[in-house]
């Protein structure tokens, strides 16, 4: 599939990029790895008239500060991520989870920013346009959605599949986002929308500049499973992140955080499952019970082939076992 013509040009600082984006009259975006803008381009999903690319601005080494918390560039590599001691040690469910996103190839272009803030995938949208069937999407700037055809006007039920936002979800991380009036840090979770039309809140020329995750405690334990078909290079069927707190007894939790992902047009925190949690003593009994709670609390739309139902049984299981997994690695602890 080739291209259409559009302008590139490389920015050499962050600040510069933002700048550019807020000058340049015609549709711009910021280019990273381009693994997931520049497929959306041949297929047309994207088509902005120029590219500001980000490669060359100089990327800051990840940082662990006094309190515990690791700071990483969002210009930072995927593989770069995965293979670090220090992620691996101060956020080991960043690691874990960027770990499973594609392949080795395309992590190695692949950033953590251009992850965050990929778009949404559905089955209708992810192809050219020439083999849909008869009229371009809402997503599209179309009039109608084929998959969802009773769903209210201008309801887009894509979904949202990054790896890593339900990982930095239950992690409990922030974001810098830097725009024309300078640098905010925010929580993570206030980065998404939950609109498939939309999915980031993210204003016009306003970029992640860094990811900060925050310590896991002696006390804390954390699971991340990804469900695929096939188990490689693949996107996720369902993802889920968890992290909890033991009290003294090592047994009973403390607070829990639980984020569920590729199943929304953004990821969602389960906060019903969260707060039975609290409080509980954790043991098989107690866990299968929670994953059920929390099958229940999900509210996954259907995706590429993938029901309701199956999805729904699907997290059941995998988030127990991630749930298992995670209080045995803390009690061994
Ligand atoms: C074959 C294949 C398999 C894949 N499998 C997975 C998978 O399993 N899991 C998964 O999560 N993803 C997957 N992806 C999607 C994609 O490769 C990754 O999400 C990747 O991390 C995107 O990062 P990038 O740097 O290449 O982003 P780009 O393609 O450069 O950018 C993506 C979007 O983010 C914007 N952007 C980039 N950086 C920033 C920033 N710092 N601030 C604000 N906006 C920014 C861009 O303007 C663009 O709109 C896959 C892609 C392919 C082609
Ligand atoms: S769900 Fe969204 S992306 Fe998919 S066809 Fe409908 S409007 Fe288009």
Redesign the pocket.
């Known amino acids: 599939m080739i291209l259409f013509e559009f302008e590139h040009e490389n920015a050499t600082s962050a600040e510069e990029a933002v700048t550019r984006l807020h000058e340049i009259e015609t549709e711009t975006?910021?280019?990273?790895?381009?693994?997931?803008?520049?497929?959306n381009m041949r297929i047309g999903i994207?088509k902005p008239a120029h590219l500001v690319g980000?490669g060359r601005i100089l990327r800051e080494p990840m940082t662990v500060d006094g309190e515990g918390w690791l700071k990483v560039d969002?210009?930072t590599r995927?593989a770069e991520i995965e293979h670090s001691d220090l992620v691996t040690s101060a956020a080991p469910l960043l690691a874990a989870s960027a770990h499973?996103?594609?392949?080795n190839q395309?992590r190695q272009?692949?950033?953590?920013?251009?992850?965050?803030?990929?778009?949404t995938r559905c089955l209708y949208l992810n192809q050219k346009h020439d083999f849909q069937f008869v009229e371009p999407c809402y997503k599209r700037g179309g009039d109608c959605c084929y998959p969802f055809p009773k769903n209210k006007k201008e309801v887009c039920w894509s979904v949202y599949?990054?790896?890593?936002a339900p990982a930095l979800m239950a992690a409990g991380a922030e974001v810098t986002v830097l725009g024309a009036g300078g640098p905010v840090r925010m929580s993570i979770d206030h980065l998404f929308s939950g609109d498939g039309l939309r999915p980031l809140t993210?204003n016009l020329g306003?970029?992640?500049?860094y990811v900060h995750v925050p310590p896991m405690g002696k006390d804390s334990a954390w699971g991340y499973h990804k469900s695929t078909v096939r188990g490689g290079?693949?996107?996720?069927m369902a993802v889920m992140a968890l992290t909890f707190r033991l009290d003294a007894d090592r047994e009973s939790c403390k607070d829990a955080r639980i984020a569920i992902g590729a199943v929304n047009e953004g990821p969602v925190r389960l906060s019903k499952t969260e707060a039975a949690m609290q409080g509980q003593r954790l043991n098989k009994k107690s866990l299968t019970e929670l994953a059920e709670m929390a099958s229940a609390e999900v509210n996954p739309l259907p995706h590429h082939g993938f029901s309701k139902p199956h999805l729904r049984d699907n997290i059941r299981v995998y988030l127990r076992r991630a749930m298992e997994a995670a209080l045995a690695r803390a009690q061994q602890a």
């Not at 290079?233 to 996720?236: I, Q, T």
Request: glycine letters at 14%.
């Open positions: 975006r910021f280019l990273a790895g381009g693994t997931d803008l520049i497929p994207a980000l969002a210009l995927l499973t996103v594609a392949g395309i272009r692949a950033t953590l920013g251009g992850n965050l803030c990929q778009e599949m990054s790896d890593i993210l306003e970029m992640i500049r290079l693949e996107f996720g």
